[in-house]
């Protein structure tokens, strides 16, 4: 008698919602993949109720493998980029075929190893300088003297631009690193920074994002992504799907992206491709093998796609068949309130249900209560609240951030001594 797949998902708490697990639910058997050192393990018993918990992914690859084997598990599949590694090297022990190799895994977790991989492929990157919080003074200061400036500097495992900076020359370089070296050691990346360029519409920056999905090494683009300048020091503030790109300034940006998967080696599932618009044409940021911030529930309100659910079948193996790009109804839009760079505490919000009556808007989530601690080092995770939400037109994006910052009264307290 043939049994259910057996779909393996990491749980990590809000990055799953209701609407997701039903989507797994509606595919196979769920076994919950979690680390019994989060907070979260206190809602195991309601994940019980849809499936099977192995809290056991802070253990060594082999030990995941042993511990799943058992279970017999058909696919993989994660919605954050800190486990794709470890991930991936435990596919390749259980012989999943369904989830991108180990060295695959490594470049798209580490920025470094994925510079390497970039450079291999014929992909153009910035000079890239390797270091870490913990290294001697001595070191880091012969490496400041000879970086490139004005520079990028980031961890070389992280997400959402946590401890990510611009540094303008060797003296701003080390007063970062020695910011950061009351923290453990961490190793970092100092990448050259890349021309700014005109920007991919009038109102927006000039970054974008590609958003695809990947079937045995057959790679389709469902949309691309704009962006709002960035909150200091390089917080994300908004993602607008589609994106204002058309032309042969779209096909670039849609070749650049096919390069830099096949580059990295993605043969499956979802990826998130930054690419920054310079000077001298797209130049790839980074690769992430998971679905970007906020494009799932963009793609759902836009085109009536269940993102999670079409990347969950290339995890089992099924081929989805999306049309690539996707048809959309209108600009689905993330907008993300970023606190002032001094705030360091929230004390009062107020007007979230004048923002939640707004035509358009789907969701409202309040990311700190009031007496949460604020810290813009820890990148785009600092803001207050996000919105979903469809517009008619590009223009209508743009109106909604406006009256999010209006709408929403937000009280803080201050380091007078910040930046």
């Known amino acids: 008698m043939a049994t259910r797949p ?48 192995v809290p056991v992914l802070a253990e060594s690859p082999e030990r995941i493998a042993e511990v799943l084997r058992p279970l017999a598990p058909s696919g993989i599949f994660t919605f954050t980029d800190e ?29 470094l190893f994925q510079r390497q991989a ?22 880091l200061a012969e490496l400041a003297a000879r970086a490139p400036y004005p ?29 950061l070296a009351s923290g453990p050691p961490e190793a970092m990346v100092l990448e050259g920074f890349m021309s700014d360029g005109p920007p991919a519409g009038s109102l927006v920056a000039n970054y974008v994002s590609v958003e695809s999905l990947t079937f045995d090494g057959e790679i389709r683009h469902l949309t691309t992504n704009s962006r709002l300048p960035m909150a200091y020091p390089l917080r994300e503030t908004a993602a607008i799907v589609p994106s204002m790109l058309t032309g042969g300034r779209l096909d670039a940006v849609l070749d650049l992206a096919t390069r830099a998967l096949r580059a990295v080696g993605v043969r499956w599932g979802p990826s998130h491709t930054e690419i920054k618009l310079t000077a001298d044409g797209p130049a790839v ?28 079948r290339v995890a089992l193996g099924v081929d989805p068949d999306l049309p690539a790009p996707v048809s959309t109804r209108g600009v689905g839009y993330y907008l993300e309130l970023q606190p002032p760079t001094a705030a360091r505490r929230i004390r009062s919000i107020a007007g979230l249900e004048t923002l939640r009556a707004r035509p358009g808007v789907a969701e409202v989530t309040l990311e700190h209560e009031p007496g949460a601690a604020l810290d813009p080092t820890d990148g785009s995770s600092n803001q207050v609240l996000t919105l979903l939400g469809l517009a008619n037109d590009h223009q209508g994006v743009i109106d909604m951030n406006e009256h999010m910052y209006r709408d929403v009264q937000v009280e803080y307290e201050y380091d007078t001594s910040a930046e």
């Open 6 to 53: 057996q779909l393996v998902i990491v749980y990590r708490e809000r990055l799953l919602t209701m609407s997701a697990i039903a989507a797994a639910r509606g595919l196979g058997d769920v076994i919950w993949l979690l680390d019994e050192r989060w907070p979260i393990m206190a809602i195991r018993p309601m994940l019980e109720r849809f499936g099977a918990v």
């Open 83 to 111: 486990h794709i590694g470890r991930l991936a090297q435990v596919a390749e022990l259980l012989e999943l075929p369904y989830f991108n190799s180990s060295q695959t895994g490594r470049n798209l977790a580490d920025k």
């Open 118 to 139: 970039l450079a291999a492929g014929g992909v153009w990157t910035p000079p890239v300088l390797a270091l870490s919080t913990g290294d001697d003074p001595r070191t």
């Open 151 to 179: 520079a990028v500097l980031k961890p070389r495992v992280a997400t959402g631009s946590r401890h990510a900076f611009k540094v303008a020359d060797a003296r701003e370089l080390l007063a970062r690193l020695s910011s």
């Open 285 to 312: 940021i980074e690769v992430n093998g998971r679905i970007g911030g906020g494009v799932a529930g963009m793609l759902k309100l836009a085109a009536g796609l269940d993102f999670p659910q079409a990347a969950m």
